[in-house]
């Protein structure tokens, strides 16, 4: 069965050089170290912005306006603080979590984080079951999936130590639609969960 985001234009954005964007990109960062380390608040800002524009009850997260390019880029710079990424970066379900908890109860919204941890050793990785009822339940809840890739492994896909965000998913073919430096990917999570050489994980949260 294939999924999607109830409202997939929500994350549609009006770049100022007349081109749209899907989702956020941290190449839109200002400084060089933001733009380094940024994978992971603008995975969180596209979260953010969704679940602010979908459901009422979170509008205190962001004062969102579909295809606000400077708008977003707003609160990608707010998010930021959020993250500290150490040596190396936001490399867990829990720092990044963490990250959007505090971000969202900074504006009096309480989130509950759900978390699939995807070990680097390969006979304790969830199966492709597991990871397929994961993803498909939180789209099915209509909110994103932040995912975060440590290594490639077979995949052709631009790089490694990288948090995306998934929101679509395919569950037959285990192929997600994702937003990455505010373009879509697709990607085929089977084939990552198989070969990647460190593994990851999947982060998604609700409003409580």
């Not at 997939?8 to 770049?15: Q, S």
């Not at 990109?25 to 940024?38: C, F, I, K, T």
């Not at 295809?67 to 500290?84: E, H, I, Q, T």
Request: aromatic share 12%.
């Amino acid at each position: 069965m294939e999924l999607m985001l109830m409202h997939p234009e929500f994350l549609r954005l009006n770049c100022p050089d007349g081109q749209a964007a899907w989702g956020g990109s941290q190449l839109w960062y200002p400084l060089r170290w933001e733009r380094a380390a940024g994978c992971a608040p603008t995975a969180a800002s596209n979260m953010v912005w969704y679940i602010a524009l979908s459901q009422p009850e979170s509008r205190h997260l962001y004062n969102a306006v579909c295809g606000d390019y400077a708008l977003f880029l707003d609160l990608m710079r707010k998010v930021f603080p959020f993250f500290s990424p150490g040596f190396r970066g936001i490399n867990s379900s829990a720092l990044f979590s963490d990250g959007v908890k505090r971000y969202a109860l900074a504006q009096g919204v309480e989130l509950a984080a759900h978390m699939l941890d995807i070990p680097f050793r390969r006979r304790k990785r969830a199966g492709i079951d597991t990871v397929n009822d994961f993803i498909s339940e939180a789209i099915g809840k209509d909110t994103p999936v932040a995912f975060l890739n440590l290594s490639n492994g077979a995949l052709k896909i631009p790089e490694s130590w990288h948090w995306v965000t998934i929101v679509g998913y395919d569950s037959e073919r285990s192929v997600a639609k994702v937003s990455n430096y505010g373009a879509e990917l697709k990607v085929s999570i089977s084939e990552w969960l198989d070969t990647s050489r460190l593994g990851g994980c999947f982060v998604y949260f609700d409003v409580t």
